[in-house]
C-alpha cells in the first residue's frame, strides 16, 4: 500500500469524474437503451473506475465497479432495457463509492478500505430471455473484453494538458493582481500628475524656462519611454485579469448533469412520469456563481416535479400527455447569465395567491386591485407567506421561494415569474456572469460617484426641467408618472438643490421602474467587486465597492434593496424641483434714448419683457393700461420727472406696492437721499449699470425670479 498511498488523492479527484459521468450515461440509457455510443462509454468509464481502484489498493470499488460493468454488459448488451430497480441499484453503488472517495479525500484512508460492498443482486428482475440464451456479442462487448488486460492505474496518462488548481488559489492569485492593478493605477496619475506640472503642461516649469538644455531634453525623453512601460504593464495586467477570469469559469453542465439524478429519483417517489430536458449546458459561469445557484435551482426543480407536474389521471383528464416535461435551459445575454426553470404542469393561481395574501394580511384590498399578475406571484417570495401547517398548492411553491429570492439577491440577480393557470409555470434567474467582476455604468453628482448594475439599466435619459416643472416634479415614461431621485439624497447628502442634476436613469427592476438623476455619466465598465468589510455591512443600498482608476473607492448600487425602499425615497429623496424663473413686467422711463436701449436690452436677456416711456406723463398713462411688476425711472426728465413720478406712484392705492428703481446720471449723496425720500426701493448710478448689478437688485427684489 506504501508505494500507491500517494496516489490516492490523484485518483480521488479523477474517481469522482468517473462516477459523475458514469451515473449520467447511466440516466441516459435508461431512457435510451439503443444509443450503442453511449453503452461504449460507460462501459470504458466501469472499466476505469475498476482498473484505477484496484491499481491504489481499493478493492472494494473495484470489485464492485466489475459487477456494474458486468451488469450493464448483461442487459444492454443485449438491447434490454434498464429496469428501474436495476438503475436505482447502480446508483446506490455510485453513492457509496462517492462515500469511499470522500473519506480518501479526507485522508481517512483506513476506513475507506475497511467498506465493504456486497456484489448487485439483480436476478429476480433480470430478463428471462436474457438468462436463458448466451450474451450477444457486439462490437462494444468485444472491445471491452479485449480491455481486460489494459495498463495499471497511471495518474499523469488522463489529460496531460489539465491542472487541477484548487480554487482559492486562484482566488488569491487574482487578490494579488487586483492590488498590483490599482497601484498601477495611482502610478499612471502620478506620472500624469508629474508630465502636467513639470514637464509638458502648458503651466509646466518647463514650459517657463527661456531653453531647454540637452539633459533636459533628454530626460524628457526617458520620461516618455518610461511612462510607455507603464502603460503596457497595464495591458498586460488587464489581459491577466481576462484570463485569471476564464480559469475560474465553468460549464452549467457540471450543475445540470447532477439534476438528471434529482428529478429520476424524486419522479419516481412520487409515481410521476417526469423527463428533464436541458439546454445550454455549455453555458460558462463563475465557479462561485455556479456554487451560489445551486441551491435556488434544486428548489425550483423540486418544486416543478413535486407540485408543478400533475399525477397521471390529472395530466390526462386535461388533455396533457402522461409524462410531464421540466425544462431548464441557460444562455448569455451582454455580461448577464440567463437560467430558466419550466413545467408544463399545472400552474399557478393567480386569484387564490391574492385570496390568501389579503387573509394573511400581505396586501390592502387597494393594492390588491391594482397589483398585475406577476406582482401577485412575486409575493410567494414573501417570508412567511405560506402556511406550515399544510402543503397545498399556494405553500408548496412558496416554500423554498423566499429563499430562492434571497440567493438570487445575493448573487446580484433578478427572479422573474410567469404562469398560467392549467398550462405552465416558468421561473426565469437574471445572473451576472461572475461574482468577483460586474458590468455596470460609473455615475457622478457632486462629491458622490457610484456605479449601478448594467443588468438594471433600462435607460440613460436627459432631464427635461420644463418637463419637471410642467408635471409638478414628476416626469412621464409611457403611462407611467414616475418621481426622479437624487443620488446626492440617497447617500445622505443634502447639499444638492436639484441644479446639477443633467441625466436621469432608469433602472428596471421586477417590471418596476425607478429614476435617479445624476449628475453626469462617465462610462461603462468591468468593475472587479469587493466586498464589504464588517464596519460598513449598514451602508444604504450599498453592495460592494470597486476601485476607481485613481485608486478611490466606488461603491456600487444594490438594486434589490434600491427597490425595496424606492417608496421611502420618493418622498425623502426627491429630485427638489427647479425653482420657477418668474418673468417681469418691467417699465422703463427715460428720456434719453440710449439708456433707455441699454436696460432694455439687459433685462431682455435676462428674460424679461419690457415696455418704454419718454417720461414720467407717458409713464402713468401706460401705468393705467398694464399691470406692471416693476417701475426703472430716470431722475431728471421733462413735464413729470422721477421724483414727481415715484411720489404719484406711491400715492395711488393701486400702485403703492410696486417696486421702484431709480436710475440717475447723478451720484450724490443728496440725489440718493431725495430719490429714497420720494419712495424707491432702490438706487442705482447710469456710470455702473451692467447685467449683473441689475441683476442682483432683481433678486433683492424678486427672491422668486
Known sequence: MSSTSKYLNIFADEGRDLVDKLGQRVLTLEERPEEKAVLESALRLAHTLKGSSKMVGLDNISHISHNVENLLKDYLGNNQKLPDDVVSEIFKILDKISEILTLVHNGDIASAIAIRMEPLQVATTRPPEVERRKPVVTPVTRALDEQQDAPPFNPLREKVDTLRVKSRKVDKLQDVLEDLTVNNWKALAGLESIRTKYLFGPDSMLGKMEGLSADMLYFG?????????????????????????ELRMVPLSMLFEEYRRMVRDLSKELGKEVVLVMEGEDTEVDRGLLEGVQGPLTHLLRNAVDHGIED????????????????????????????????????????????????????????????DDEQVLHLLCRPGFTSRDKADEV?????????????????????????????YSHFRLFLPQSLTTLRALTVTSGKVTAAFPTLFVERCLRLDQRELLENDGYLIYGDEKLTPVSLERVFGLDSDDGSRAKHLLLISFRKKHMLIAVERIEREQELVVKSLGPHLQIASCVLGVSLSSEGRPVPIIDIPELHERW?????????????????????????????????????????????????????????EKYSFDLVMTDMEMPRIDGIELVRRIRGDARLN???????????????????????VNAYLTKDRLNSLILRRTLRQLFPDV
Do not use: W
Open 221 to 245: 525623453k526617458e520620461f516618455n519611454e518610461f511612462s510607455e512601460d507603464i502603460h503596457k504593464i497595464g495591458s498586460m495586467l488587464n489581459e491577466l485579469q481576462l484570463s485569471i477570469m
Open 395 to 423: 405553500s408548496g411553491r412558496g416554500i423554498g421561494l423566499d429563499a430562492v429570492k434571497v440567493r438570487v439577491d445575493r448573487m446580484r440577480g433578478s427572479l422573474s415569474i410567469h404562469s398560467e393557470k392549467g398550462k
Open 657 to 679: 406696492e410696486m417696486p421702484i428703481v431709480m436710475i440717475s446720471a447723478q451720484r450724490s449723496e443728496e440725489a440718493r437721499g431725495r430719490g429714497y425720500e420720494a419712495g
Open 312 to 371: 397521471d389521471d390529472s395530466r390526462v383528464a386535461g388533455g396533457k400527455p402522461v409524462r410531464g416535461t421540466v425544462t431548464v435551459r441557460a444562455y448569455q445575454k451582454p455580461g448577464t447569465v440567463v437560467i430558466e426553470v419550466e413545467d408544463d404542469g399545472k400552474g399557478l393561481d393567480v386569484e387564490r395567491i391574492k385570496r390568501v395574501a389579503l387573509q394573511k394580511g400581505f396586501i390592502s384590498k387597494k393594492e390588491a386591485r391594482t397589483l
Open 567 to 623: 417608496s421611502g425615497f420618493e418622498v425623502s429623496c426627491v429630485l427638489p424641483a427647479p425653482r420657477q424663473k418668474r418673468s417681469l413686467l418691467v417699465l422703463i422711463v427715460d428720456d434719453a434714448l440710449t439708456s433707455r436701449h441699454v436696460e432694455t436690452v439687459i433685462l431682455e436677456e435676462l428674460g424679461h419683457e419690457v415696455k418704454e416711456a419718454g417720461d414720467g406723463a407717458e409713464a402713468l398713462e401706460l401705468l
